[in-house]
């Protein structure tokens, strides 16, 4: 059984800051070995990729958050860190954690994101 518990959401107004995290657990769960990723939801859309962390630390973003977002992993604590940075009112979703690895994928329960004035 692998667990995903992301903490770290709340209400923030434009141009704030945020910092997500997820704690990843699980008896044989080699978090070394997993791509690490956050993905949101906002209401109406499609979840979408928000950035990604592979196992040699290599990252990929959606456009629209490069230079605002980063993400990091710390594989000693099998946590990954998403820090959000000037936030924009459509960065507005529920945040996923996500640990992927072959035909192998694990959700967290998400955290919601308001950015709003």
């Known amino acids: 059984q692998v667990t995903l518990v992301e903490s770290g959401g709340g209400l923030v107004q434009p141009e704030e800051s945020l910092r997500l995290s997820c704690a990843a657990s699980?008896?044989?769960?080699?978090?070394?070995?997993?791509?690490m990723s956050w993905y949101r939801q906002a209401p109406g859309k499609q979840r979408e990729l928000v950035a990604r962390?592979?196992?040699?630390?290599?990252?990929n973003y959606l456009y629209a958050v490069k230079g605002r977002f980063t993400i990091s992993r710390d594989n000693a604590k099998k946590t990954v860190d998403l820090q959000m940075n000037r936030l924009k009112p459509e960065d507005t979703a529920v945040y996923y954690c996500?640990?992927?690895?072959?035909?192998?994928?694990?959700w967290g329960q998400g955290t919601q994101v308001t950015v709003s004035s």
């Open positions: 996500n640990a992927a690895r072959s035909a192998e994928e694990y």
């Open positions: 699980g008896i044989s769960f080699n978090f070394d070995f997993y791509a």
């Open positions: 962390i592979n196992i040699n630390r290599s990252t």
